[in-house]
């Protein structure tokens, strides 16, 4: 008799040969969740801890095939997308989402390095919130992406307004970027502000932060949680995750997401 497969998670990312951020933090976040990821790699990069040196995206017609060939093979119970790389991917993954409608979707907007490199242009931007808003699930941006994105909005409240107004289901805005004594992450759907997840401000900064966060609400939609309990739940991770984060490079820390497979003699 088979043994029950783990829900399966398809994810478009980049690759950083670091470890730190792209499709490994997609992988063991997905993982920590139960679930296995399906990855679908959008881009090679040339990175470390401090910064994007390199970017070669990934042909447009290649991302589709790699999704389609698991689409039409495995189950997939939900989307998570990441670095898009160039606006033909976007167009591409637009299709794809529009023939699987019922698929909860996270989307981490990811436009520049955590080194502050730009990994996306103003017309990739405007197909974000064209195509791929209005299927969006969950978009986590942090506050400076939000700003970016509405760029027309005076506040971080104005800014998910328009986000939402694109499409999205939900916003959660982050604000590690601030400069709050802690960090306050913003939900909003239905048109308005739905909660404030308030969480102690750790004193380093993190390689990949946001990849474990979608990820990891990813992972939960496709275990069959609903949204805001698998968005309280993927901040408790998340956190956790970068409370014992390590620094192994010369630039920013890494999450350890496999916090919890310590044993209790690691801890001690």
């Given at each position: 008799m088979?043994?029950?497969?783990?829900?399966?998670?398809?994810?478009?990312?980049?690759?950083?040969?670091?470890?730190?951020?792209?499709?490994?933090?997609?992988?063991?976040?997905?993982?920590?969740?139960?679930?296995?990821?399906?990855?679908?790699?959008?881009?090679?990069?040339?990175?470390?801890?401090?910064?994007?040196?390199?970017?070669?995206?990934?042909?447009?017609?290649?991302?589709?095939?790699?999704?389609?060939?698991?689409?039409?093979?495995?189950p997939v119970?939900?989307?998570?997308?990441?670095?898009?790389?160039?606006?033909?991917?976007?167009?591409?993954?637009?299709?794809?989402?529009?023939?699987?409608?019922d698929?909860?979707?996270?989307?981490?907007?990811?436009?520049?390095?955590?080194?502050?490199?730009?990994?996306?242009?103003?017309?990739?931007?405007?197909?974000?919130?064209?195509?791929?808003?209005?299927?969006?699930?969950?978009?986590?941006?942090?506050?400076?992406?939000?700003?970016?994105?509405?760029?027309?909005?005076?506040?971080?409240?104005?800014?998910?307004?328009?986000?939402?107004?694109?499409?999205?289901?939900?916003?959660?805005?982050?604000?590690?970027?601030?400069?709050?004594?802690?960090v306050?992450?913003r939900?909003?759907?239905?048109?308005?502000?739905?909660?404030?997840?308030?969480?102690?401000r750790?004193?380093?900064?993190?390689?990949?932060?946001?990849?474990?966060?979608?990820?990891a609400?990813?992972?939960?939609?496709?275990?069959?949680?609903?949204?805001?309990?698998?968005?309280?739940?993927?901040?408790?991770?998340?956190?956790?995750?970068?409370?014992?984060?390590?620094?192994?490079?010369?630039?920013?820390?890494?999450?350890?997401?496999?916090?919890?497979?310590?044993?209790?003699?690691?801890?001690?």
């Amino acid at each position: 008799m088979s043994q029950p497969h783990p829900n399966i998670v398809l994810v478009f990312a980049g690759n950083d040969p670091s470890g730190g951020a792209g499709i490994q933090a997609d992988i063991e976040a997905i993982a920590s969740m139960g679930c296995q990821a399906a990855p679908v790699i959008t881009a090679l990069t040339v990175q470390d801890t401090q910064n994007v040196l390199r970017l070669d995206p990934v042909d447009s017609t290649v991302v589709i095939e790699q999704a389609r060939a698991v689409l039409e093979d495995m189950p997939v119970a939900a989307i998570k997308i990441g670095l898009l790389a160039t606006l033909e991917n976007i167009e591409a993954i637009h299709t794809l989402l529009t023939d699987y409608p019922d698929l909860p979707v996270v989307m981490d907007p990811i436009l520049r390095a955590g080194g502050g490199s730009r990994l996306s242009s103003d017309e990739m931007h405007t197909a974000m919130r064209e195509l791929l808003f209005p299927l969006v699930t969950v978009l986590t941006p942090n506050s400076e992406e939000a700003r970016t994105l509405a760029h027309e909005a005076d506040t971080l409240d104005a800014c998910a307004q328009e986000l939402l107004s694109d499409g999205c289901e939900l916003v959660l805005i982050t604000g590690t970027h601030e400069s709050t004594e802690t960090v306050d992450n913003r939900l909003y759907g239905n048109s308005r502000h739905l909660d404030t997840f308030s969480w102690e401000r750790l004193p380093h900064s993190y390689h990949g932060s946001g990849c474990t966060l979608a990820s990891a609400i990813a992972g939960l939609l496709a275990q069959g949680l609903e949204p805001f309990t698998a968005i309280h739940e993927a901040q408790e991770y998340t956190w956790e995750a970068l409370r014992n984060g390590y620094r192994i490079g010369m630039g920013q820390h890494h999450p350890n997401r496999l916090f919890w497979a310590r044993s209790d003699e690691d801890e001690e």
